[in-house]
């Protein structure tokens, strides 16, 4: 092994630990908020029409809050890039860490050549993170279906 990755996985291991540990807080965080709104919902007396709308906002509600966690989770292995001189700008940091986390790899730009198997890394963080977050999911739309269903009837 070059004595160059020691310091990919290093870095790389404990951004990936960081990122997965704040995506399943902010899950936790977005359930807990989830549950509140289904118990007022099952409260209140429901029509069917505003069913479709509640859906409407909690699955709205719900890809917006995983759009913005993907972004911070992106900024943060974007900082460390430019941290450790990998990249040289913010903007292709960004970039570079959104194609990375995606797997698109599609940017064009290269980590320096110390760096590069952080990327993988990074890659292989997306993966477990968009598992995550498929996963969750759906379980939200089992939840919602089955709520929804007793709501309508």
């Known amino acids: ?34 549950s509140r709104f289904k118990d007022s919902l099952d409260k209140r007396l429901v029509k069917r029409g505003s069913l479709v709308l509640h859906a409407v906002v909690i699955f709205g509600s719900l890809a917006l809050a995983l759009a913005v966690l993907n972004g911070v989770e992106v900024s943060i292995w974007a900082a460390a890039y430019l941290l450790l001189g990998a990249i040289d700008t913010p903007a292709d940091a960004m970039l570079y860490s959104i194609n990375a986390i995606t797997s698109l790899g599609a940017s064009g730009l290269r980590l320096e050549r110390h760096w590069r198997l952080m990327g993988a890394l990074e890659a292989t963080n997306g993966l477990l993170l968009f598992g995550i977050s498929t996963a969750f999911l759906a379980a939200v739309i089992t939840e919602s279906w089955t709520s929804f269903r007793k709501l309508a009837r």
């Open 1 to 34: 092994m070059e004595p160059a990755w020691t310091s990919d996985w290093a870095w790389g291991l404990p951004l990936i630990a960081v990122t997965v540990m704040l995506h399943v807080l902010a899950l936790v965080g977005i359930t807990v908020r989830l």
